[in-house]
């Protein structure tokens, strides 16, 4: 998913877009290898969490934040956000259901 959505906007880590939170994610959950899913859906959701946090001091170049400029400095990328979110939530669920 991250790569597909690398080649059609032409983002990359770096960038201050969801792929911030996306691409350390996805390297967490690689990572997991043959760990219980619960414990891979953690480390990608934690990864997430802190990609998504280290936006607030990127400046914005692709994604809808490019237009807002240098006013969303201080302030999380929504898009990585929502990546961070989507993922705790599946980890909770697979957590509580343990």
Known sequence: GQHGI???????????TMLDALAPAAEAFAGAGSEPLVVALRAAADAARAGAEATADMAPRRGR???AGDRVKGHLDPGAWA??????AAARAVESSD
């Open 65 to 67: 934040s490019s237009y």
């Open 83 to 88: 990546v961070y979110l989507w993922l705790d």
């Open 6 to 16: 690398q080649d059609l906007g032409g983002a990359g880590p770096g960038d201050r």
